[in-house]
């Protein structure tokens, strides 16, 4: 199986600290976000990685390289411009072939065991489904989600103002997907992932996961802060 870790986005709220250095490669915990994707993805048995990059690409690829440091290989899709999400997954699908793939946001932190949903690859086949979602709890950032969760599929409710606050849990940005959920999207094209998600939350195409550990969607210097001290604090007391 492979693996996409998104790295393109220019992290507008991250400034000033994205002028001069891309979002995933921003430490917390004494290493950059994107190598603690890259760490959990070979523990998981998962070394074939394509990473997409847009702003400063060029400080990732010097920093990741050929990934063999982490025992893995990684490959590179460099957008220029960056596409959006589901843009740059359809521009590098030739990187990840014809089987299902995870794709993970290189600037979220989560301890969710990647072999969890590496193991939906046959369930989703079997199921023609063409995507399977890790949803987490809702940060106060985002109280009021973005999708129901019933038995295993994920669902969205019809009237937004009928919506009750926590009844919707938040897309992770970790996910599975089958290649032809990305193959109408012409390549190079700015496409957003969300609509394409409804698309087929919608028919029914979709199953999910809701997962209750560490996850933090580290989208402003604050987050990261808080983040780098809670891993710090975790690392000190793990060594007393």
């Not at 995933?24 to 070979?42: D, M, T, Y």
Request: a negative charge.
């Amino acid at each position: 199986m492979r693996a996409m870790i998104l790295a393109a986005g220019r992290g507008e709220r991250m400034r000033p600290l994205t002028d001069h250095t891309p979002k995933p490669l921003l430490q917390a915990g004494g290493k950059p976000l994107i190598v603690w994707h890259i760490e959990r993805l070979v523990q998981a048995g998962i070394t074939d990685l394509i990473v997409n990059h847009a702003h400063l690409g060029e400080k990732i690829e010097r920093e990741l390289g050929s990934g063999i440091q982490f025992g893995a290989h990684i490959r590179y899709s460099a957008e220029g411009s960056a596409l959006e999400t589901a843009g740059g997954i359809a521009f590098a699908l030739d990187l990840l072939g014809d089987e299902p793939f995870i794709v993970i946001n290189g600037d979220v932190y989560c301890d969710y065991n990647i072999a969890q949903v590496s193991a939906k690859s046959d369930q989703l086949k079997n199921k023609q489904d063409n995507a399977h979602l890790v949803l987490v709890n809702n940060p106060s950032h985002h109280p009021n989600g973005d999708f129901l969760l019933s038995e295993g599929r994920v669902l969205q409710t019809e009237n937004q103002r009928q919506m009750t606050i926590g009844s919707q849990l938040t897309f992770s940005g970790i996910g599975l997907y089958q290649p032809t959920l990305f193959a109408h999207i012409l390549r190079g094209s700015k496409t957003p992932l969300a609509p394409l998600l409804r698309e087929h939350i919608a028919l029914g195409k979709v199953s999910g996961e809701h997962y209750q550990g560490i996850w933090v969607d580290v989208g402003t210097p604050e987050r990261l802060d808080q983040l780098d001290k809670n891993l710090r604090a975790t690392q000190n007391a793990i060594h007393v």
